[in-house]
């Protein structure tokens, strides 16, 4: 094979991504990506509580650890646009 990759009339495209630690003002975009999830999860199989459900205590979990010297969530982010733009398809 010898390593080289042949691709014909293939276009590809670069994204370049940050990762970086997330800030408090993140977190209600955190808590709808991590609705999203829960939903998703929930749709196959029952054991998972809903979005909806989770949400709240979610939220509490975040703002109870956030600032803690051994927390950290991480984020990342596209140009502009973060990942919590997340969307079930």
Not at 3 to 25: C, F, H, P, S, V
Not at 59 to 86: C, E, P, S, T, Y
């Amino acid at each position: 094979m010898g390593g080289k990759l042949k691709m014909k009339n293939k276009k590809i495209k670069i994204i370049k991504i940050k990762i970086g630690e997330a800030k408090r003002k993140d977190i209600n975009s955190i808590v709808e990506m991590g609705k999203s999830l829960a939903d998703f999860h929930a749709g196959i199989d029952n054991y998972y509580k809903s979005g909806e459900e989770q949400a709240e205590s979610h939220k509490k979990w975040l703002l109870k650890n956030f600032g803690k010297r051994n927390f950290k969530v991480l984020i990342a982010k596209v140009r502009n646009m973060d990942f919590l733009n997340f969307r079930k398809r």
